[in-house]
């Protein structure tokens, strides 16, 4: 059966070589914009850490320095040791909440990273001494009681500052990058990767507890007396270095600020509420776990070598399981994926410890463990939690002591 001509279009019958017509033009269709960019902090978030850095570089030295000792505004030597401290704890806390807070990863070990940075500047110190130990020699002291005639291998940068700074990064960076690549590549998470982590710094704890390792046994290192020269028990050198603190932990602050609002951070957290999703989605997740977890290392590095010429020692115990797992509670206390609360946390929690350990020490430990349990119960988003949203935690409390 043949079609007729008169049912082909016009343009066809007269010219059945020309080509098809095109379709109609589209609408123009309007450009995707992406949201701006948030800043990094608000205005009130940058009115706050300016005014942190006042109280650190200005307030603090002048009501320390030149306010006299019998002013009520003198801040005494011990009240400026003890911020001092607490704001290398805070780092900790800070260093705490980019892997567990962030990336979902509950580290018991990060006691170590914060011991090993100790450590290194401790070593530092000591070669500092020179001459002016109890013994009179270029070893220290704990060398010449044990009769050592020479430095170990590990102590061959240790009397140089610039490679004292260097290795107070790589040692806990390198250790970190060794584990986690390891327990990462297996894919060790949730309570098996805590236990393997107090596991290491527990087998470190007795290694560095033996006098043949040459790191001072059980008394570790200390009577340090200068750095870079200048001695360490003046007005002026505590205050440099409660300063330094103050600005590693504001720029530390910075720093997990811009990387949890970029989109490695928002990696992060996807990773710690859906891995497998993650995963679905193109991404390998052991780049972004072992380069958080070595960053966290290193912040709990710099942490410790802060810490220890304003405390004057450092000693295994500083590698007990319990300093690291009271990471975690100044961590829990203050709020998780806050990176403020966690810093409150620590001035909080050991703020309770120096008044609790002299006021009433045999209370302490009960105090600390009845604090994690109220926290785990009643405030699971901490004291930050608490100040943005009080009514979640008042309804659990109201809840429990309603149960018969």
């Not at 279009?9 to 701006?36: D, K, Y």
């Not at 806390?93 to 940075?117: E, K, N, V």
């Not at 986690?180 to 060790?188: E, L, N, Q, V, Y």
């Not at 302490?364 to 699971?380: D, E, K, R, S």
């Amino acid at each position: 059966m043949t079609r007729d001509a008169s049912s082909l279009p016009a343009a066809a019958s007269a010219n059945p070589a020309a080509p098809p017509a095109r379709p109609p033009a589209r609408p123009a269709t309007t450009p995707v914009t992406l949201p701006a960019r948030a800043p990094l902090l608000s205005r009130a978030g940058w009115a706050a850490f300016f005014a942190a850095l006042i109280l650190v570089c200005a307030v603090a030295p002048v009501l320390n320095l030149l306010v006299p000792a019998d002013s009520v505004w003198h801040l005494s030597d011990y009240l400026l040791g003890l911020l001092g401290k607490i704001m290398c704890y805070a780092i900790c806390a800070l260093a705490m909440d980019l892997i567990w807070g962030y990336t979902g990863i509950l580290s018991l070990g990060h006691g170590l990273f914060f011991a090993l940075g100790g450590y290194v500047m401790g070593m530092y110190l000591m070669r500092q001494i020179g001459r002016d130990g109890n013994y009179h020699s270029d070893l220290p002291d704990f060398m010449v009681f044990l009769d050592w005639k020479t430095l170990p291998w590990h102590w061959a940068l240790s009397d140089s500052f610039i490679a004292t700074l260097v290795l107070v990064v790589a040692v806990p960076g390198l250790l970190a990058l060794v584990f986690g690549w390891f327990a990462f590549r297996s894919r060790i998470k949730g309570v098996y990767f805590s236990i393997i982590t107090q596991a290491m710094t527990y087998a470190a704890m007795l290694l560095f507890f033996r006098n043949e390792t040459g790191f001072g046994g059980n008394n570790g290192f200390t009577d340090f007396k200068r750095i870079l020269g200048l001695p360490l028990a003046t007005p002026q050198m505590r205050m440099a270095l409660f300063v330094l603190t103050g600005l590693a932990l504001l720029g530390f602050y910075l720093l997990a600020r811009a990387l949890v609002r970029s989109k490695y951070g928002r990696v992060l957290q996807a990773l710690r509420d859906a891995e497998s999703r993650v995963m679905f989605c193109g991404y390998a997740p052991l780049p972004y776990k072992l380069s958080v977890w070595v960053l966290s290392a290193m912040m709990c590095g710099v942490a410790g070598a802060l810490y220890v010429p304003q405390v004057g020692i450092i000693n295994p115990g500083e590698m007990s399981p319990a300093s690291s797992i009271e990471i975690a509670v100044w961590t829990a206390v203050g709020g998780r994926a806050t990176l403020v609360g966690p810093i409150v946390g620590a001035f909080l929690v050991n703020g309770a410890k120096s008044w609790l350990t002299v006021t009433a020490p045999e209370v302490w430990l009960y105090f600390l463990g009845a604090l994690f349990i109220a926290v785990t119960l009643f405030l699971p988003q901490g004291v930050l939690g608490l100040l943005r949203a009080p009514g979640p935690a008042l309804r659990r409390i109201a809840f429990w002591r309603a149960r018969p």
